[in-house]
């Protein structure tokens, strides 16, 4: 069964930095998109951002550009987000999440959904 | 990049059907046939119910349903059941790899 499992999460002051980690099993890394998804507490999901299989295709949300930064590392089955000059709104749980595909006759293409979870890590921003 | 709109909360009897609207924009839910839904019970990792508009994953009852008309989405539950109380999320592709999600909806089964 496909695992993603967080880490990097913690406590930290106004304007820190973290990296979180997510690592992968059970599937091909380098086949699938992957994406950050966030939950402050009590509130709901926030897409944060994406990556393509390669690596060579990102995007984030308008709210934390230039504050995140996704990568991933296909030779070690590992995505990561960097975040910067954080905030108490940045409090939030953090899951990574495998993008879907659908493969027909020898060629795949993503179907825009996100079909395993990792458990989440926390990150908590606070003086 | 605005969160989906979503009715805060919806309830029924177990047996009941209760139905979850979704609503975006032309550059969203209405401009792409890749809506989904989640599943969310507390503290755990949300859970796709539906995918593609109303394609259900291996293993999602049949109870659960989805459809779209213009802008807005929907997600039915059938015949209620204790385990569906959870939150409810949905997620729309809004092009260019961005997505968004639903403000989430919270179902109590009465």
């Known amino acids: 069964q496909v695992q993603l499992v967080e880490s990097g999460g913690g406590s930290v002051k106004p304007g820190g930095f973290l990296r979180l980690s997510c690592a992968a099993s059970?599937?091909?890394?380098?086949?699938?998109?992957m994406s950050w998804i966030r939950q402050a507490p009590g509130k709901g999901l926030e897409w944060v951002s994406y990556?393509?299989?390669?690596?060579?295709?990102?995007s984030y949300t308008d709210s934390l550009k230039g504050r995140v930064t996704i990568s991933r590392d296909n030779a070690k089955n590992l995505l990561y987000l960097e975040m910067n000059s954080l905030r108490a709104e940045d409090t939030a749980v953090y899951y990574c999440?495998?993008?879907?595909?659908?493969?027909?006759?020898?060629?795949?293409?993503?179907?825009?959904?996100?079909?395993?979870w990792g458990q989440g890590t926390l990150v908590t921003v606070s003086s | 990049q605005s969160a989906l709109t979503q009715p805060p909360s919806a309830s029924g009897s177990p047996g009941q059907s209760v139905t979850i609207s979704c609503t975006g924009s032309?550059?969203?839910?209405?401009?792409?046939?890749?809506v989904s839904w989640y599943q969310q019970h507390p503290g755990k990792a949300p859970k796709v119910m539906v995918y593609?508009?109303?394609k259900r994953p291996a293993g999602v009852p049949d109870r659960f349903s989805g459809s779209k008309s213009g802008n807005t989405a929907s997600l039915t539950v059938s015949g209620l059941q204790a385990e569906d109380e959870a939150d409810y999320y949905c997620?729309?592709?809004?092009?260019?790899?961005?997505?968004?999600f639903g403000s989430g909806t919270k179902v109590t089964v009465l």
């Open positions: 997620s729309s592709y809004a092009g260019s790899n961005n997505f968004v």
């Open positions: 059970k599937f091909i890394f380098s086949d699938y998109y």
């Open positions: 999440a495998r993008g879907s595909r659908y493969c027909s006759g020898g060629t795949c293409d993503p179907n825009f959904y996100f079909d395993f």
């Open positions: 032309s550059s969203d839910v209405g401009g792409y046939n890749y």
């Open positions: 593609e508009v109303n």
């Open positions: 990556i393509s299989s390669s690596g060579s295709a990102i």
